[in-house]
């Protein structure tokens, strides 16, 4: 039988492969709050080119702000910090976009109107007022064409 606490060690380094393998090249390039520098941003020099050395010195300052105990390593706690952070921005990012009435809440229907209402029956093709498979198949790879494997996920596969 596993204990608790070699569950939770468990847990922290799947949070911890996960967070390398899928988030740290976007932590690595992003720039301060998360969002994508700029040609300029890395640009360190000005001289409208982007060196090799100026790539890697942008990420060893990115991976420096996320290793916040400066050991050289990124442990589970500074990628928990850093990926809460980006969360807390996601969140506030989605609450201005979608919150019209400004009382600081999503309320369903907001995001009703913000996503057009019910729109899985936009793949109502034959307007029956439901979906068969080929039109959801239809819809899928409308979805995997305009978004790639995105689609397949978000659908179940």
């Known amino acids: 039988m596993t204990s608790n606490a070699t569950k939770s060690n468990i847990g922290r380094m799947i949070l911890l492969a996960t967070a390398v393998s899928l988030?740290?090249?976007g932590t690595a390039q992003a720039g301060p709050g998360g969002e994508r520098p700029t040609f300029e941003a890395l640009?360190?020099?000005?001289?409208?080119?982007?060196?090799r050395a100026e790539m890697q010195a942008h990420r060893d300052a990115r991976f420096a702000e996320v290793d916040s105990d400066g050991d050289g390593k990124?442990?589970?706690?500074e990628l928990e910090a850093r990926m809460k952070a980006r969360a807390e921005r996601r969140a506030a990012r989605m609450l201005e976009?979608?919150?019209t009435d400004g009382d600081g809440a999503v309320s369903k229907a907001e995001m009703e109107a913000r996503r057009g209402g019910?729109?899985?029956m936009r793949a109502d093709g034959d307007g029956d007022g439901a979906i068969s498979k080929a039109e959801f198949d239809?819809?899928?790879a409308q979805m995997k064409k305009r978004?790639?494997?995105k689609a397949d996920k978000s659908q179940g596969e």
């Open 23 to 25: 988030g740290y090249a």
């Open 97 to 99: 976009r979608l919150d």
């Open 147 to 149: 978004h790639g494997k």
């Open 138 to 140: 239809a819809m899928k």
């Open 43 to 51: 640009d360190a020099d000005g001289d409208g080119k982007i060196t």
């Open 118 to 120: 019910d729109h899985m």
């Open 74 to 77: 990124l442990s589970a706690a």
